[in-house]
């Protein structure tokens, strides 16, 4: 038995560092002026997508300056489920969630839509930007360009980034053929989106230290002994960038 979504990963891994690894470096920069300028970093996604905003949050080995943006009723734990497809395909409901965030010039947003084209993504993306925020895009491009936005506007969540990562996937996300079918198995977006992410926040950290920063705010596992003391002296230093509760 071969295992045709391990073979697909792999390729969409080497992609990756081959096209996406100029605009993974852009992005390493910008997060790293926004912790050396002390700006704040926010991150959203909707639905399925929002998985890289809890990825990102509180996480052993992850940026603790980096606030997620979860809107309850695009989450996964929501009943009935299908209310999720809705609600991110709902006018207005992205500058809604966003005009309760206190963004500022420069700070940065992180949003993940693999095709872009829903309202909720797009509104939080818009409403960054204008507040003279630098946004990242992690897309399909392919996909997204593919289909057509679902916002008033006419346009898809890329047009309003300025750094855009593309994940390389296939349209509809899923990549394995189910033979006799034209069904597809397996979607991409979620491990590849991880490994694009983890990545610029793991050079992040290290391009702080070469910026001269001793200690970078990176969180140390609360179940190695002396964790939580040294989470807890980090977060008193970077309080003024963490915007969650901790």
Same mark, same amino acid.
């Given at each position: 038995m071969d295992f045709e979504y391990i073979t697909k990963i792999k390729y969409l891994i080497q992609t990756?560092?081959?096209?996406?690894?100029?605009? $993974? =470096?852009? /992005? %390493?920069?910008?997060?790293?002026?926004?912790?050396?300028?002390?700006?704040s970093i926010y991150i959203f996604g909707a639905s399925h997508a929002g998985i890289l905003s809890q990825e990102a949050y509180y996480r052993a080995g992850g940026l603790m300056t980096i606030n997620p943006i979860f809107a309850k009723e695009v989450l996964l734990d929501r009943e009935?489920?299908?209310?999720?497809?809705? $609600? =991110?395909? /709902? %006018?207005?409901?992205?500058?809604?969630?966003?005009?309760?965030?206190?963004?500022?010039?420069?700070?940065?947003?992180?949003?993940h839509s693999v095709s872009g084209r829903n309202p909720v993504t797009i509104e939080i993306a818009m409403a960054?930007?204008?507040?003279?925020?630098?946004v990242i895009g992690i897309t399909n491009l392919t996909?997204?360009?593919?289909?057509?936005?679902?916002?008033?506007?006419?346009?898809?969540?890329?047009e309003f980034c300025d750094v855009v990562l593309d994940n390389h996937g296939d349209i509809g996300d899923a990549c394995v053929p189910i033979h006799g079918t034209q069904q597809k198995a397996g979607p991409t977006s979620t491990v590849i989106g991880a490994i694009i992410l983890n990545s610029i926040i793991s050079e992040t950290a290290n391009e702080l230290v070469r910026r001269g920063l001793k200690t970078p705010p990176v969180y140390y596992s609360a179940n190695i002994d002396g964790g939580d003391e040294k989470n807890h002296l980090l977060h008193q230093q970077y309080q003024g960038e963490i915007h969650y509760k901790y």
């Amino acid at each position: 038995m071969d295992f045709e979504y391990i073979t697909k990963i792999k390729y969409l891994i080497q992609t990756i560092e081959q096209q996406e690894k100029n605009h $993974m =470096e852009e /992005c %390493v920069n910008l997060l790293s002026d926004a912790v050396m300028n002390h700006h704040s970093i926010y991150i959203f996604g909707a639905s399925h997508a929002g998985i890289l905003s809890q990825e990102a949050y509180y996480r052993a080995g992850g940026l603790m300056t980096i606030n997620p943006i979860f809107a309850k009723e695009v989450l996964l734990d929501r009943e009935p489920i299908t209310l999720t497809s809705k $609600m =991110e395909r /709902c %006018v207005g409901y992205g500058t809604t969630i966003a005009s309760s965030y206190n963004f500022q010039k420069d700070d940065i947003l992180l949003v993940h839509s693999v095709s872009g084209r829903n309202p909720v993504t797009i509104e939080i993306a818009m409403a960054a930007k204008n507040a003279g925020m630098k946004v990242i895009g992690i897309t399909n491009l392919t996909y997204s360009k593919s289909v057509t936005s679902r916002h008033p506007l006419g346009k898809n969540m890329y047009e309003f980034c300025d750094v855009v990562l593309d994940n390389h996937g296939d349209i509809g996300d899923a990549c394995v053929p189910i033979h006799g079918t034209q069904q597809k198995a397996g979607p991409t977006s979620t491990v590849i989106g991880a490994i694009i992410l983890n990545s610029i926040i793991s050079e992040t950290a290290n391009e702080l230290v070469r910026r001269g920063l001793k200690t970078p705010p990176v969180y140390y596992s609360a179940n190695i002994d002396g964790g939580d003391e040294k989470n807890h002296l980090l977060h008193q230093q970077y309080q003024g960038e963490i915007h969650y509760k901790y």
